[in-house]
């Protein structure tokens, strides 16, 4: 019953995770999460210098992905998704999340 | 433990071929998967195909799963003595544990005599969805989280175990936030990691406010001489009333801002509460009511309707 504050992560827009949090998290691997970075349907927010060798180590991300990257990476284990229904998926799925807010949004004004 | 029939849940024969049983699982899997299917239930559906599939796709643990022998679903059955599925080390209260947590150790302790039982298994991930009112979005929150996980003793048995911890949902969440606490899913077994614990935060509908991300918005229903005139009026907001000022010729519609009165933001600032006037009609006027309308109606020249450029010489 104690207060866990410091391992509580928000998953949104304002906070990012490192590649291998992300990896951590979703259960893919490096290879698939680069191959979703170089088909542009993920998009590191910043890379963080020098410090580590590899590439694909360096990036950062938007925490608000992680959600989306979860639901692919359980539709490739559930599915068998190829490669390009991976990042075609995780496309999609961005859409989807950017019009159920514009909706919710449009419901709350009204 | 209860028996679960994984033929019948895929809708195949006992004999059916390892392809007819992946056809079988598919065709299932695009009806009911959670992310996916809009069936409510399609998310309890789908784990007892899944279930039901990772036993029935390997040989191994499908021969073991047929050792069991065919029960009917739900009736409180044991494995057999020297059930093949039970060799390796670990023992188990059959009482307390599911089917399926019985299949899933499997794989863990047929590495081999030696290791069995042995390898770092991680928990497992779960999703909670946290409905909370906007007053606890406002104040923040201690939520009680309840869920029941599969876990093993101090004697190294597999029981699934209630979980109830306090969280503490931090001001600042909106509808439809996501949070993760790491560490607080199931809990891993031979070293392995604990298992995270993912909250959908939803806020449950209130009945004055509504919602636009960190902003509120109320109807504030005036009458037809406060819109005309001007007022002040009291004006609930989640932290106490307050006092608003509508200026005078104010049309229904209009927004008027009581700043930082929305929801608090992850920097300490705050949305703003919009009041969307509205105004009403007296419901059942008195005769004087009426009579002072009827006077208005009579020395009033305002048309509000000049734009349909219409002829208006014979309205009423």
Redesign the interface.
């Known amino acids: 019953?104690?207060?866990?504050?410091a391992?509580?992560?928000?998953?949104?827009e304002?906070h990012e995770v490192t590649a291998s949090e992300l990896l951590e998290?979703s259960g893919l691997s490096a290879e698939e999460l680069e191959w979703l970075v170089e088909t542009g349907a993920l998009n590191p927010i910043r890379c963080v210098p020098a410090a580590v060798t590899q590439q694909s180590q360096a990036w950062c991300f938007s925490g608000q992905c992680?959600?989306a990257i979860r639901?692919v990476s359980?539709?490739k284990r559930?599915?068998d998704l190829a490669p390009d229904a991976l990042s075609l998926t995780l496309v999609l799925l961005e859409r989807i999340r950017v019009l159920e807010?514009q909706l919710?949004?449009n419901n709350?004004?009204a | 433990m209860k028996f679960k029939d994984y033929y019948e849940i895929l809708g195949v024969s006992r004999t059916a071929t390892s392809d007819e049983i992946k056809k079988a699982y598919r065709k299932l899997a695009h009806q009911y998967h959670p992310d996916i299917s809009k069936d409510p239930a399609g998310e309890e559906k789908f784990k007892e195909i899944g279930e039901a599939y990772a036993t029935l796709k390997d040989s191994e643990k499908r021969a073991a799963y047929d050792a069991l022998g065919s029960h009917p679903s739900g009736q409180e059955f044991r494995p057999p003595p020297n059930w093949s599925g039970s060799q390796g080390g670990q023992s188990y209260s059959f009482d307390d544990i599911d089917l399926s947590d019985l299949f899933a150790n499997f794989a863990g302790r047929r590495q081999g005599p030696h290791q069995g039982g042995h390898r770092p298994m991680p928990g497992q991930d779960y999703e909670l969805a946290v409905q909370i009112s906007l007053e606890d979005a406002y104040h923040g929150a201690m939520v009680d989280l309840n869920f029941t996980v599969p876990e093993y003793d101090n004697q190294g048995q597999l029981k699934r175990v209630a979980h109830t911890f306090k969280a503490r949902i931090p001001k600042g969440v909106s509808h439809g936030q996501k949070l993760l606490l790491r560490g607080k899913g199931g809990k891993g077994a031979n070293g392995g990691k604990n298992g995270n614990l993912y909250l959908n935060i939803s806020f449950i509908a209130h009945p004055l406010f509504r919602v636009a991300e960190h902003d509120l918005l109320i109807d504030l229903p005036v009458t037809v001489w406060e819109a005309t005139l001007g007022a002040t009026v009291k004006v609930p907001t989640l932290d106490g009333p307050v006092n608003l000022k509508i200026p005078a010729g104010m049309n229904s519609g209009k927004k008027l801002r009581i700043k930082g009165h929305g929801l608090p933001k992850q920097n300490q600032a705050h949305g703003d509460l919009f009041a969307v006037l509205q105004i009403v009609v007296t419901p059942n006027p008195s005769e004087q009511e009426v009579a002072l309308m009827k006077q208005l109606a009579d020395i009033s020249s305002f048309n509000p309707r000049t734009h349909f450029g219409l002829d208006t010489t014979n309205e009423k």
């Open positions: 019953m104690k207060n866990n504050d391992e509580l992560l928000w998953l949104d304002h998290l992680l959600v639901t359980r539709l559930d599915f807010q919710l949004q709350s004004q």
